[in-house]
Structures are given as structure tokens and as C-alpha cells.
């Protein structure tokens, strides 16, 4: 299923179904998306606090099911990422979401949304910049790009001329998955894990040392689940390597014993996650990846 394409003058409903944000960067958020030319309309609870979350989860999850029932709204957008997604899991309506098909956005702590979304669905999701992101040029560009005009084919690729590097063969073609490595590794063993079998699996992080980026990883090899994988995508993982490694593996040498030896085409250096700038790439989509030049083909529109 898609959600209808995303034009001037629409209603973009903003939800915070994680950690909280200050009010002042929600009301500066809603500005900038006023400015572009959206309609806006706020989730009743988005200002709540409950310790590190933002709001009771029955109030974060009743905001995410009244913008799937709003006929006036046409795309859901996240506020923020954080902690307190994956909580929300066992409260949400699937059948709710199936009947009222939208465009839903957002990354980090959304991953697991993003993916159960499309898993319970068959809805294509977007890991793109939320509310609180930084919209650069480019970074607005592949927003606004994908939500509006993916009805057509077209292909996504690192933008300002960053380079990509590939691995393991130069084509892979298979769905699209994934997200927030940390996220990916929270919910398996649970009904909400990642389907990745036969699938292209991205992968980002933020601030997590080498160490821990090699336990994650060597935790989804010994569930299996990387040894599933059609192909990996390597996306940004920012702040997550040392300036002297004295005692410590390199990144570089992490995926290359973790992720490179399972000899299946690899994708790196993608720019998506959490800095930028930031690549919207569609979660559930049929993708044909030429690793060698950096481009990722859409094989079907993302919205209709």
C-alpha cells in the first residue's frame, strides 16, 4: 500500500511518539513546515512530559492512531526520535493504519515503527529527517522529493558529491528494511523483530562506541539475522569511532569481520541517519542498488 502523495497546501500531522521536545523547537518546527507551504496540525499530547518521554504511552499511541484517522491529514511526521517507540507496539491499531493508508516519516527511535508499519500493513514508510532535524538544501530536497514526486520511478544517491564505496559484488535488487542499528537489536526475540530474510538491510548509529557497534552486530549475526540478508547498506554512523585506537577495532575493521566476510553485496558510506546531509530513503520498497556507481533504483512509485 502507499499513501497519497504529499502536495502544497496539505496538512502534515506531527506526532512525538518518543522523548519529549521543547516547546519552543516544536513551535519553530511548525513554522518551517508553514513556510514551505503545509498545513499543519498537532497531536493533542505532543507537549507532554513523562520523565524521558514525551507523554503516557496510551496518549503518545492515541495521537499516532487520531492522524491515521484524520481525513484531513495527509502525512504523519515525527517530532523526534529518543527513546519510547518500540513501547508503543502492543497499544497500536494495525487495522487502523491498513484502512487509512498515509505517508508516516521519521528515523532513529522510529525505526521500529517504520518497520512494523510496513511488516503489519504491506505500507511503505520513509526513514527521513523529522521535526527536529536540520533541513539543509540537500537534506529538504530528498524530503520533499521523495514525499511528493515518488510516484514516479527515480533513483536516490548521495548528494554534494560524497562518494560511496561497495563491496561483494555490484548489483543486488530485493526490499528495502531497517534503520537505527540499536533499534534493529531491541526488539529481537520479540514479535516486532525485523523481518530480513531475502531483504536489502540498512543499517545507521549515533554515538556508540566501536565495541558496542561490534556486540550489536555480532548480536544479529548469532540470531541469524544477518545471514538472511539479500545486501547490507552502511549508513551514517556518526560519532562512533575514536581518535586513537589504541586498544579498540576501527569501524572499517568491524564491518569487514562482521558484515563484509558474509560475502553479500555492500552499499557504504550512504548518506542517511544522523548527520548529514540527510538521505529520505523508503522503507518496504523494492529496490535495484548499482553499488558501483552509488545509486539506489526504485523498482515501484513509493506514493500514489
Same mark, same amino acid.
Given at each position: ?57 496510551k496518549d503518545r499511541v492515541q495521537d499516532l492512531m487520531d ?113 537505527? #542499528? $540499536? %533499534?534493529?537489536?531491541? /526488539? &529481537? ?9 531475502? *531483504? =536489502? ?58 558484515? #563484509? $566476510? %558474509?560475502?553479500?553485496? /555492500? &552499499? ?9 546531509? *540527510? =538521505? ?25
Open positions: 500500500m502507499l499513501g497519497k502523495k504529499l502536495e502544497k497546501g496539505d496538512t502534515i500531522g506531527i506526532v512525538s511518539p518518543s522523548s519529549s521536545e521543547e516547546p519552543k523547537k516544536i513551535e519553530e518546527s511548525i513554522k518551517f513546515l508553514q513556510n514551505l507551504g503545509f498545513n499543519v496540525k498537532s497531536g493533542k499530547h505532543i507537549y507532554d512530559r513523562w520523565g524521558y518521554l514525551a507523554g503516557k504511552d492522524m491515521f484517522l484524520d481525513k484531513e491529514v495527509n502525512t504523519i511526521l515525527c517530532i523526534r526520535g529518543g527513546y519510547g517507540a518500540m513501547r508503543l507496539l502492543p497499544l497500536i491499531d494495525f487495522d487502523i493504519i491498513e484502512k487509512n493508508p498515509k505517508i508516516f516519516a521519521g528515523f532513529s527511535d522510529i525505526t521500529t515503527l517504520l518497520n512494523n508499519i510496513y511488516q503489519e500493513c504491506n505500507l511503505i514508510t520513509f526513514h527521513s529527517p523529522m521535526c527536529n532535524s536540520q533541513f539543509d538544501s540537500s537534506t529538504l530536497k530528498s524530503f520533499l522529493d521523495t514525499l511528493m514526486f515518488g510516484y514516479n520511478l527515480f533513483t536516490i544517491e548521495n548528494t554534494d558529491n560524497i562518494p560511496t564505496d561497495y563491496f561483494n559484488g555490484e548489483y543486488v535488487k530485493g526490499e528495502l528494511v531497517g534503520g537505527n #542499528l $540499536s %533499534l534493529i537489536c531491541s /526488539t &529481537l526475540g520479540t514479535p516486532y523483530a525485523i523481518n530480513t530474510k531475502d *531483504k =536489502i538491510l540498512f543499517m545507521e548509529e549515533v554515538e556508540e562506541e566501536p565495541y558496542k557497534i561490534d556486540r550489536m552486530l555480532t548480536h544479529l549475526s548469532l540470531s541469524g539475522i544477518l545471514q538472511q540478508c539479500r545486501g547490507f547498506i552502511i549508513g551514517q554512523f556518526k560519532g562512533c569511532e575514536f581518535s586513537k585506537y589504541k586498544e579498540s577495532l576501527t569501524l572499517s575493521e568491524i564491518f569487514e569481520d562482521r558484515i #563484509l $566476510s %558474509l560475502r553479500k553485496p /555492500t &552499499l557504504t558510506n550512504f548518506q542517511s541517519g544522523h548527520s548529514y546531509p *540527510k =538521505i529520505t530513503i523508503p522503507i518496504g520498497a523494492e529496490v535495484e542498488i548499482d553499488l558501483k556507481n552509488g545509486k539506489i533504483h526504485l523498482s515501484e512509485p513509493v506514493v500514489r
